[in-house]
């Protein structure tokens, strides 16, 4: 029993530094992909919208005056940089960078150093959702995109599965109608048809960053994501391995204690019987 336990023991060890081994190398992924992704996203996103001046609504960015035309480049460079270093900012050595500053002027330890990242994909979504948000504002500001609810539009896209790859990438394009068919529900349904034959009615065009189309489009990007995706997978092993042996460790640590308490009683019951019988004998 004994033997079992501390062999357990080793076992428990050799897996938590198997696991810690893991998240420092999944820390490194990390750092590269993100630092592959953030000057991506930065061009791309300079890229759909110059597409969807030149492109998609060409007659509405020649409309607008050469200052105006400067101003929005600049308010569209500016969003970009902003992006890209968002995306920077995700890096986990950066976070800890800046975990361990804070920690200098608090005085205080992080126990959680040694834990696994937040999900890091959930926050790139986010932050691509944001920055699709914004530019989609600025060129509406500039009436380059017409009016309409872009936060439904997203919202939309976001929910959607499988959602096929565009003719432009990272370009969501719909007529108008069909957008507000999605989100005021049936009763556009019914004069749907007249609106389609409506003179005032208008193609819509969205864009909407996504982490699968930047991967599709650079696989360099893609390699890296499917060695996060493979370490993701061994780290899920390594835990589920972990769990089952820090189980079985406490099963023999409380069948230990058992027999333990269980032997103490019985020489305690015979200590008490040997006076009972020398009794007996007088």
Same mark, same amino acid.
């Not at 109608?177 to 009763?187: I, N, R, V």
């Not at 003179?199 to 982490?211: E, G, K, R, V």
């Given at each position: 029993?004994?033997?079992?336990?501390?062999?357990?023991?080793?076992?428990?060890?050799?897996?938590?530094?198997?696991?810690?081994?893991?998240?420092?190398?999944?820390?490194?992924?990390?750092?590269?992909?993100?630092?592959?992704?953030?000057?991506?996203?930065?061009?791309q996103l300079i890229t759909v919208s110059y597409q969807v001046c030149t492109q998609?609504?060409?007659?509405?960015?020649?409309?607008?005056?050469?200052?105006?035309?400067?101003?929005?480049?600049?308010?569209?460079?500016?969003?970009?940089?902003?992006?890209?270093?968002?995306?920077?900012?995700?890096?986990?050595?950066?976070?800890?960078?800046?975990?361990?500053?804070?920690?200098?002027?608090?005085?205080?330890?992080?126990?959680?150093?040694?834990?696994?990242?937040?999900?890091?994909? =959930?926050?790139?979504?986010?932050? !691509?959702?944001?920055? #699709?948000?914004?530019? @989609?504002?600025? $060129?509406? +500001?500039?009436?380059? &995109?017409?009016? =309409?609810?872009?936060?439904?539009? !997203?919202?939309?896209? #976001?929910?959607?599965? @499988?959602?096929? $790859?565009? +003719?432009?990438?990272? &370009?969501?394009?719909?007529m108008l109608d069909e957008q507000k068919l999605q989100e005021e529900g049936a009763?556009?349904?019914?004069?749907?048809?007249?609106?389609?034959?409506?003179?005032?009615?208008?193609?819509?065009?969205?864009?909407?960053?996504?982490?699968?189309?930047?991967?599709?489009?650079?696989?360099?990007?893609?390699?890296?994501?499917?060695?996060?995706?493979?370490?993701?997978?061994?780290?899920?092993?390594?835990?589920?391995?972990?769990?089952?042996?820090?189980?079985?460790?406490?099963?023999?640590?409380?069948?230990?204690?058992?027999?333990?308490?269980?032997?103490?009683?019985?020489?305690?019951?015979?200590?008490?019987?040997?006076?009972?019988?020398?009794?007996?004998?007088?």
């Amino acid at each position: 029993m004994s033997g079992n336990l501390e062999a357990v023991e080793r076992e428990i060890l050799g897996l938590q530094g198997m696991l810690l081994a893991a998240l420092a190398e999944m820390r490194q992924l990390y750092d590269v992909y993100l630092e592959m992704l953030a000057p991506i996203a930065r061009q791309q996103l300079i890229t759909v919208s110059y597409q969807v001046c030149t492109q998609v609504f060409p007659e509405q960015f020649l409309t607008l005056e050469e200052p105006e035309r400067q101003e929005l480049q600049r308010q569209i460079v500016e969003l970009a940089t902003v992006l890209e270093t968002t995306i920077l900012g995700l890096q986990p050595r950066r976070q800890e960078d800046s975990s361990s500053k804070q920690e200098a002027v608090n005085g205080e330890e992080d126990s959680t150093k040694a834990q696994e990242p937040p999900s890091l994909s =959930a926050q790139l979504s986010q932050v !691509l959702y944001q920055s #699709s948000l914004k530019i @989609n504002h600025l $060129l509406q +500001r500039a009436t380059i &995109l017409p009016p =309409a609810p872009i936060a439904v539009i !997203l919202e939309i896209a #976001s929910k959607a599965e @499988n959602r096929p $790859l565009g +003719r432009i990438p990272h &370009l969501l394009t719909m007529m108008l109608d069909e957008q507000k068919l999605q989100e005021e529900g049936a009763e556009e349904q019914n004069t749907s048809d007249s609106l389609r034959e409506s003179p005032s009615h208008h193609p819509m065009a969205a864009i909407y960053l996504q982490l699968e189309e930047l991967e599709f489009q650079h696989p360099p990007l893609a390699n890296q994501r499917s060695q996060i995706r493979q370490l993701e997978a061994r780290l899920a092993t390594l835990q589920q391995q972990l769990h089952k042996k820090q189980r079985q460790y406490l099963v023999l640590k409380a069948s230990r204690a058992w027999w333990q308490t269980w032997k103490a009683n019985e020489a305690a019951d015979a200590t008490a019987s040997v006076p009972e019988a020398m009794d007996g004998e007088q």
